[in-house]
């Protein structure tokens, strides 16, 4: 571009610079501080807006489809109560680790900081809940900010960005500046390569364990699919056992043969064990959250660990490791694997068959064991069945927050990354079906479900119209129970089972709502009839709700109560009220 060519409104260098940055769908609201962007959008149709019913569901549905493609995703908010609803996606983007650029309007700016109508700090409010914003005043910055925006929010640990554009800078006529002319500002320059040096001492500290075990996070899953590839290869090179946290689900497969199953405070008890008795532990991508941890004084005591992470405030920062490697896991793990393979003559798998002995005999226990019933759907079996009638399909997999998220995670069996969908850090209620709503956008001839709670579901519900507006077939799999589910647990558990505010008294008739909206309705209750509506909601082309009718007071096992170890876990067969009473202090009772 020169001499005129490159001179644009303020809107039109929005709209030209998500272009440049490979931007194909925005999920966003109209309001008046985006009109001018609006009005460009119209004029447009290399980009597609899907609009949303609130911006809560713009951000979930772009954390969705950023999630579900390894792309940036984009939302579009006005400014003031645009900008706050955004907040809570935002905060979830930043905890999970999920590139996601806002674009947010604001009052003019000769307005700013009049208390003008529809105004708020929104640079003030999510600087807590970002990675960096912006405040563009200046119409010539306006492109070189929001190409740094997209590098910032996928650079290093991925997360979300805000930049804030007034309306008067949206109407200015400015100079475009395309991102090949844009140089970094250095202000975020991540590390990615390994200090091959640690990355030494780790190999020699793995090839002298004799009770390994490597704990995967969601860090693998975001350096892309070669370092889901080399996990695999590691893990066949050392024949370590694996397991993974609530978001690194994928990165190796279910169906793997050193797989434990999930970590954590309801994960598998081979996992749980492995890792408190291990003697060395090498943390890929993860963070040490105190889901998975337990007790800190307790977690792993025996054990030398390894911390591969991209993020430095990450390591160190809740579980002090021996061997910190800084850097992307997927160049990491490459050294990792060569350096293995080097010394591959000298190191043989025989030493761990102890080891895979003790593993053996904690897999034994069948810790995700239930008791089946004919006359009523456990959540288990429903969740076992959805994933043998799905398995073989291009399947997508979103969930809400509570007991369904946590069965969805044990029983649903995951082969690849970037397939699983969920809130895990901040753990936020009515994600699922707008993220549903963004992978479907991503992937139009997929099948994507989100497996929901009747008390989730809700929260963000408004958003089936926009999955018909835009003829999304998503498939909403509620596991109806009456409750909040994970809420009464607990309370069951650890508040003499005064059950205050868990129960749902005006539980809406799902299968009339879905009719409501134009969408498919189905309702479940005997499991001899499971199968056969499973399948009818697969073959329905349109958007369904399933109402799959279960067990009210199942609760979900295994279970690490809070501040207790690893090795202190509560099993279904030992799971009685009063043996939950006995393994929970004081302490362990101030904290869900």
């Not at 709503?437 to 519900?461: E, F, K, N, R």
């Not at 005997?526 to 799959?548: H, N, R, S, T, Y």
């Amino acid at each position: 571009m020169s001499g005129t060519e490159n001179q644009m409104t303020g809107a039109e260098i929005v709209l030209q610079a998500l272009k440049d940055n490979g931007v194909e769908h925005i999920f966003g609201y109209p309001g008046g501080a985006v009109l001018p962007i609006y009005d460009e959008i119209f004029q447009q149709d290399e980009i597609q807006h899907i609009l949303v019913r609130h911006e809560q569901g713009a951000g979930h549905a772009a954390e969705g489809y950023a999630r579900s493609t390894g792309k940036v995703g984009v939302m579009l908010v006005t400014s003031g109560p645009g900008a706050t609803n955004a907040v809570t996606p935002l905060q979830d983007a930043l905890m999970d680790s999920i590139p996601l650029v806002c674009l947010s309007g604001q009052v003019p700016t000769s307005l700013i900081g009049s208390d003008a109508f529809q105004e708020c700090d929104t640079v003030g409010i999510t600087r807590p809940c970002t990675k960096h914003n912006w405040l563009v005043k200046d119409v010539n910055q306006l492109a070189r900010t929001i190409h740094e925006a997209f590098r910032v929010a996928q650079s290093g640990r991925p997360g979300p960005v805000v930049v804030d554009i007034p309306k008067d800078i949206q109407f200015a006529t400015g100079t475009y500046v395309p991102p090949s002319m844009v140089s970094s500002q250095h202000v975020y320059e991540p590390k990615v390569q390994g200090d091959l040096d640690r990355i030494r001492e780790a190999v020699a500290l793995m090839q002298g364990a004799r009770k390994p075990v490597i704990y995967s996070g969601g860090g693998v899953v975001n350096s892309g699919p070669e370092a889901s590839h080399l996990l695999r290869e590691l893990v066949e090179l050392t024949g370590f056992p694996i397991t993974s946290t609530l978001m690194g689900l994928g990165a190796y497969p279910a169906s793997g043969k050193n797989w434990l199953g999930m970590l954590g405070m309801h994960g598998t008890y081979e996992a749980n064990m492995a890792m408190h008795d291990c003697d060395v532990m090498v943390c890929i991508g993860a963070r040490f959250d105190d889901r998975i941890t337990g007790r800190l004084n307790a977690f792993s005591p025996n054990s030398k660990k390894i911390h591969i992470d991209i993020d430095p405030s990450s390591i160190n920062k809740n579980v002090r490791v021996d061997i910190p490697i800084l850097g992307d896991v997927g160049r990491v793990l490459e050294d990792m694997v060569r350096l293995w393979r080097a010394s591959a003559k000298t190191v043989g798998k025989e030493h761990l068959a102890d080891w895979w002995t003790s593993i053996s005999k904690w897999r034994a226990r069948n810790s995700l064991a239930y008791k089946a019933n004919d006359d009523v759907i456990m959540p288990q079996y429903a969740i076992q069945r959805l994933y043998e009638l799905t398995k073989h399909r291009d399947t997508y997999i979103t969930t809400e927050v509570g007991q369904h998220q946590m069965w969805a995670a044990q029983f649903f069996g995951f082969e690849q990354p970037n397939r699983w969908m969920t809130s895990g850090g901040l753990g936020t209620m009515g994600y699922g079906l707008p993220a549903a709503l963004g992978v479907q956008i991503a992937h139009p001839d997929a099948l994507v479900i989100d497996i929901a709670g009747d008390a989730s579901i809700q929260m963000c519900i408004q958003e089936m119209s926009a999955a018909i507006q835009y003829e999304a077939p998503i498939k909403i799999f509620i596991l109806n129970n009456q409750y909040m589910g994970m809420v009464r647990q607990w309370q069951q558990l650890l508040h003499g089972n005064r059950l205050s505010h868990s129960y749902t008294e005006a539980m809406p008739d799902f299968v009339k709502l879905a009719e409501a909206y134009g969408a498919v309705g189905l309702r479940c209750d005997k499991p001899a009839d499971l199968d056969g509506a499973i399948q009818e909601m697969i073959a329905v082309k349109k958007p369904v709700i399933f109402d799959c009718r279960v067990a009210n007071l199942a609760n979900c096992f295994p279970m690490i109560p809070s501040g207790k170890a690893h090795n202190e876990m509560l099993l279904p067969d030992e799971a009685t009220d009063e043996a939950v009473a006995n393994a929970i202090d004081a302490k362990g009772r101030q904290l869900v």
